[in-house]
């Protein structure tokens, strides 16, 4: 088995650190030139760079005012001292000696600029010569505004004077100058200047966006990332407000900035688990409120209610309703405490309830130990009368269960009537809600009840002629009813397979 030498593990190391070191700088060098493009950046950089230009303006007008007067001053020095070598060579030169002598200077690019002169008398302002482009600054206007010399900025001409104290002779001589040179020479000088100021512009906006970075960008989008994050983390509930604070490692506004969004966060934390928890327990209630309201009344009724609705009825062609009692539950009450009374009587129609439900029909209501329940409403079906049929049927089985039966006593029976027929279903008043039913064919199905028999389902007529092809009847023949007369009834047996 080879052994690593541990130099090559020492190197391998040590290589490894300066990877992870170099790729720690560039992270950090991306973040860097990444903040550059945030929009503070830009404005702050456009800002500092503008201001300068601005200052280096101020100062630059001055400094080109001058060069243009150091330029003057420079043509005026040279075309003086020409002058002053031809005054000195030929003193008592005549006027066309004079000018033929500027000529000859011209012609040897001696005074290349020159592209005009005049020569006047300087006691009278007679002219006693010209060469070349007349200058404007005329004999009247030298004596007048003891002007000596003129610059024409449009025209690109400089006009120079000299007078007979400079000439030795009674001449006036104003000379032409072509100031173009002049001028390549500004446009030079003010192309240095301007660049000068571009770069010192450059480097101080780049110095100071250096240090801005540093102090005030990279902190405002960690900030900015921590906001978000911390807004993202209040959405979805994070339990772990200490996990999104901000380190604050800084004593200045953007410190108080971070220490604020601190105490802002965990505020917001408190209040919005108080608020969640509030929202639940809410909710609970509301979930209790409408069990106990779903309890009370039929889901659409319910939902009518919860929408502002009152005085809600609604007419029903078809519907059958059952009416059931416990036979013998009066005399049943004196022999048992009330407690197991109520908690007997809450077992069998906790019983009945289930039935209703499986056979997806309405509970009406408990009157002491009658309990009425109605097919074909509030949502009608076709198979109103066998639903109830098929409940009844199952009561009358449920009531004979062992749980049911006392000992030492007879069993419970029931005692059941059924009717079917149009009704009117609805919920009345503003206290204690129930949803009831009204009219004729109700108030029959009640009588089918009080005049059956214990243990026996009694139905009328029109309920028998609904289910005659799907159950077992027997007729019980004509009964006198309370308020209906003379009445055919049928005692219903079982269903057909």
Known sequence: MTQSHPHATEQAIVGTNSRVSSRKQQVHLLKILASYNARLSRR??????????????????????????????????????????LVETDPNATPEEMLNHIRTLQNKSMMQDLVGAVLYRDSDGQELGRLGEVPQLTYARIKQQQVRQHWFKLDRRFDTAWVSQDLRQDYLLVIRHDAFSIQGQLYAYALRIFGIVVLISIVITGATMVV??????????KLRDQLMAASEALQQDQTDPQSQLMVIDRRDELGDVMTAF???????????????????EAQTEREK??????????????EELKQGRRNISDG????????ADIVGFTTLSTLISVDDLVAMLNRIFSAFDELSDRHGLEKIKTIGDNYMVAGGLPIPREDHAAAIADMALEMQEVITMPEFHIADMEPLRLRIGINSGPVIAGVIGNKKFIYDLWGDA??????????????CIQVTESTYQIL???????KRGTLPIKGKGEMVTYWLKGRKI
């Open 468 to 474: 005659k092809d799907t159950h077992h009847f027997e």
């Open 442 to 455: 109700v108030n029959t199905a009640s009588r089918m009840e009080s005049s059956s028999l214990p243990g």
């Open 212 to 221: 801005v970075q540093s102090l005030v960008i990279v902190p405002i989008l």
């Open 44 to 85: 702050l950089a456009l800002s500092v760079f503008t201001s300068f230009m601005v200052i280096e303006g101020i100062v630059f007008i001055p400094s080109i005012q001058n060069e243009v007067k150091r330029l003057e001053n420079q043509v005026k020095e040279v075309t003086s001292a020409k002058i002053e070598w």
């Open 289 to 302: 409120a409408e069990s106990l309201l779903l309890n009370i009344l039929p889901e659409p009724i319910a």
């Open 262 to 280: 601190n105490d802002s966060f965990l505020r917001n934390y408190e209040e919005m688990a108080r608020r969640k928890k509030a929202e639940g």
């Open 316 to 323: 029903f062609a078809a519907v059958s309703v059952l009416f």
